[in-house]
């Protein structure tokens, strides 16, 4: 038997042991509940900084979820992924096995997180094709949701600590406060750590910090709809990677500014402009920071500029739909694309469709 064909069966009998429990526990509930998600995301980025990429599959995330107490829940299941065009019958296959617990205002997690929209992080500090690409992450997770003040904190696990590597692994941290109705501050904080005692690989312990501190003034206006305005510091340290050059700086920074509307209620029209120097972020869109994809290429004083339109709905059935547009100027780098002229072009369409069955 193949590892996938393992997998497979291992996660089996792990839902027949449920519903066997299930069966001698009749005040317990447990659900079987599908996600899908179709996605089709395109990048036609030409420059030095990220290379253009078209991403278009199928995913599907099922699990058993049993419910010991009202606040309390496991889910065991499997996670595919199939990209459109591939020979293989699934490209990527993972466990879906978590501990989470509820209530009103709090969710705590351990096992397999939640990570819709990146934990809300900047496209500046997580890269948004993450969505696509990383929709599974393992480790802890609390989050809280009050009146005025929300926050969540999370360790994404990414690799163990064996002889042949070093333990890899993601911090992060968002909070933001809503003092007045019109007025949002926010921070956010991620961490990129290579390292672990056990062993070395033969490589140092690297490490890469970056933090956000932002503050956004919303409001509806006539006609204009909801309309807001963002003004963010980022600073950023370290490298992850232990090869990084040496006589580069290893501290950067950089100020976004983002504006937004949306008329009628229909889609959100936004600008936002981006001022970096020497800002490097392992984990964040290269857009922004200033080492390129080849390892020679360094530009320390950066801008940065996109507009675009993103429509996020619910259609019956619970259905959420995404589609968004992106014009890119990245420095005054000429693109093929675009004839020549400045400006790169990214569009995604995004369905996420629900399937929820009760079972006991």
């Known amino acids: 038997m193949s590892d996938t064909g393992r997998l497979v069966y291992a996660i089996s009998r792990c839902a027949i042991l449920l519903l066997m429990l299930a069966a001698q526990l009749p005040a317990q ?32 995330t099922a699990w058993v979820e049993a419910h010991p107490s009202r606040h309390n829940a496991v889910r065991v299941g499997v996670f595919a992924d199939h990209r459109f065009g591939s020979d293989e019958f699934t490209d990527s296959l993972k466990p879906v096995i978590a501990f989470r617990h509820a209530t009103r205002h709090s969710l705590g997690v351990i096992g397999t997180l939640d990570t819709e929209r990146r ?3 900047l496209d500046a500090i997580m890269v948004s094709t993450r969505e696509i690409t990383s929709p599974i992450e393992y480790g802890l997770q609390w989050r809280e949701r009050r009146r005025t003040f929300r926050a969540e904190s999370w360790v994404n696990w990414q690799r163990l600590n064996t002889p042949e590597q070093r333990e890899q692994f993601e911090l992060g941290i968002v909070a933001a406060a809503t003092p007045m109705r019109w007025l949002r501050v926010e921070g956010q904080h991620l961490w990129y750590h290579r390292g672990g005692q056990l062993h070395d690989a033969g490589v140092g312990v690297t490490n890469n910090r970056v933090t956000a501190l932002g503050v956004l003034l919303h409001d509806t206006l006539p006609a204009l709809g909801a309309a807001s ?4 510091r980022l600073w950023s340290d370290g490298h992850i990677d232990p090869d990084y050059p040496a006589d580069r700086p290893g501290a950067g920074r950089g100020t976004m500014l983002r504006a937004a509307v949306t008329p009628w209620g229909f889609a959100e029209v936004f600008a936002l402009h981006w001022r970096g120097r020497d800002f490097a972020a392992d984990a964040g869109d290269p857009n922004y920071g200033s080492a390129g994809k080849d390892a020679g290429f360094y530009r ?8 675009g339109a993103i429509r996020r709905s619910i ?18 780098e000429d693109s093929i694309a675009f004839f020549g ?9 995004l369905l996420r469709v629900p399937v929820n069955v009760r079972l006991h």
């Open 29 to 60: 509930r447990i659900d079987l509940r599908t996600r899908a998600t179709l996605y089709g995301d395109n990048t036609e980025f030409f420059t030095p900084y990220r290379t253009g990429e078209t991403l278009l599959g199928g995913q599907v």
């Open 341 to 349: 002229t400045p400006w790169e072009l990214s569009y995604r369409i």
């Open 119 to 121: 934990h809300g992080l």
């Open 229 to 232: 305005v963002a003004a963010w």
């Open 300 to 307: 320390s004083k950066r801008t940065y500029t996109e507009v």
């Open 315 to 332: 259609i019956p059935g619970n259905v959420v739909f995404d589609a968004e547009v992106r014009w890119h100027r990245i420095d005054d």
